[in-house]
C-alpha cells in the first residue's frame, strides 16, 4: 500500500466477514429451496407434435412413418393408445400437415 508522505500506515487489523456477507460487507440474500414439481407438464393440457411438410418433401409412405414416430414419441411420454389423436391433413398445394396429440382427458384404456 503506498502511503503519502507524512502520514502513518494504517493499522492491519483482520476483517472478519458475518456469514452471509460479500466480501464488500453487503448481506447476500438466502436462495430458498427450490422444489421440483411432481410432473412438469399440466396435466389438463394436451401434449402435441406438429409438422407441416411442402410438397414433393413427402410420399405416402413417409408420412405414414413420420405419424407412427409422432404416435411412439407420444407414447413414450406415457399416453395410452386411447389417448392419441392424429390428424393428417392434405392441402390443395399437395402439402401435408401432420399432428398426433395426446388427450390428457381423455381415459386411458377407453
Given at each position: 500500500m503506498l502511503v503519502p508522505p507524512g502520514e502513518s500506515?494504517?493499522?492491519?487489523?483482520?476483517?472478519?466477514?458475518?456469514?452471509?456477507?460479500?466480501k464488500?460487507?453487503?448481506?447476500?440474500?438466502?436462495?430458498?429451496?427450490?422444489?421440483q414439481p411432481a410432473e412438469i407438464l399440466?396435466?389438463?393440457e394436451p401434449v402435441e407434435i406438429s409438422t407441416r411438410m411442402r410438397p414433393g418433401e413427402w410420399t405416402e409412405e413417409s408420412l405414414l412413418e413420420h405419424v407412427e414416430?409422432?404416435?411412439?414419441?407420444?407414447?413414450?411420454?406415457?399416453?395410452?393408445?386411447t389417448q392419441i389423436v392424429t390428424d393428417v391433413e392434405r392441402t390443395e398445394g399437395?402439402?401435408?400437415v401432420v399432428v398426433v396429440r395426446w388427450d390428457r382427458q381423455a381415459p386411458p384404456g377407453a
Open positions: 500506515e494504517p493499522e492491519r487489523a483482520r476483517r472478519r466477514e458475518t456469514h452471509g456477507a460479500s464488500f460487507g453487503v448481506p447476500q440474500a438466502s436462495q430458498p429451496p427450490v422444489e399440466v396435466p389438463e414416430n409422432y404416435k411412439q414419441q407420444i407414447r413414450d411420454m406415457g399416453a395410452a393408445e399437395s402439402a401435408a
